[in-house]
């Protein structure tokens, strides 16, 4: 059985290259449970992450996840790090936002929507894969991760480690909260904006609300790092607005379910 999910058009047109992005949509019609954290039931959300691990192409056991803390640290993990996070929580690699890797079939895993601490925001998540070096990334890009530089720190790992050219990568930036609704404070406005000085159209004000797009200020980092523009997705995806597709922290709540983004090259 098919199971729904979102792709990118960029991503598709990478050849050797799998990956998802979960909707609500589980198996048998079911809605989607794939967070140990929100789900009571543990062999469901077992269930659950192997279907979307298999859209991507990839067995359960061959996921790795980071531990997403809303910080800027990058780990690359190899076939030892397989399975890490996948099926208890508690074994996700530590204190990581990014995960790279060259690993012929292991996948790159992580979820969203799950930002539970509040002073962090929102995330989106960025897939970046380079066809020349066979390399892939996954971001977990919250407004706190990115003003820390979580794609700088992501794409210059893969340079260092692996030789990448930002020039080469082609990216998508993950369906979130979007400028509609990501409202913020001056707190926020405090802490966020001096990273963005010179883009201060990443905040919109009207009728006494002030909103912030994280989409752009993702992609304004990308095209800082040397990406083409081109080669950057971005289908502007709102989770909160699109309730009959994802799941939202913002409009569901901690107990709300997760979307779960996964990439890897194909054995």
């Not at 543990?42 to 061959?62: N, S």
């Not at 883009?199 to 009728?207: D, G, I, M, N, T």
């Not at 081109?230 to 709300?256: Q, V």
Request: aromatic share 6%; glycine share 8%.
């Amino acid at each position: 059985m098919t199971l729904p999910v979102h792709r990118f058009a960029s991503l598709e047109a990478v050849p050797g290259l799998g990956h998802a992005f979960s909707t609500r949509s589980g198996p048998g019609g079911r809605p989607l449970a794939i967070s140990f954290r929100s789900c009571p039931e543990p062999d469901v959300v077992t269930t659950h992450r192997e279907a979307v691990a298999r859209e991507a192409g990839a067995p359960l056991d061959r996921l790795v996840f980071g531990e997403q803390v809303h910080e800027a640290g990058v780990a690359v993990v190899s076939d030892e790090d397989a399975g890490r996070g996948a099926r208890v929580p508690w074994t996700a690699v530590p204190r990581v936002d990014a995960l790279v890797t060259r690993e012929p079939g292991l996948f790159l895993a992580g979820l969203s929507a799950a930002c539970y601490l509040a002073r962090n925001g929102h995330a989106c998540m960025v897939f970046l894969a380079d066809p020349r070096g066979r390399t892939c990334a996954l971001v977990h890009s919250s407004w706190r991760s990115t003003v820390l530089g979580i794609c700088h720190a992501a794409v210059g790992t893969m340079a260092s480690v692996f030789g990448t050219r930002a020039r080469d990568l082609a990216a998508a930036i993950s369906p979130s909260i979007g400028p509609c609704c990501f409202e913020v404070k001056e707190d926020f406005v405090a802490q966020a904006m001096p990273a963005f000085h010179a883009h201060p159209e990443l905040l919109v004000s009207r009728e006494g609300r002030t909103t912030f797009d994280l989409w752009e200020a993702v992609r304004i980092q990308l095209l800082e790092l040397g990406l083409s523009p081109d080669r950057i997705e971005s289908p502007r995806l709102c989770t909160r607005c699109r309730a009959e597709l994802f799941f939202s922290h913002r409009r569901e709540g901690p107990l709300g379910g997760r979307n779960l983004s996964v990439i890897g090259w194909v054995a």
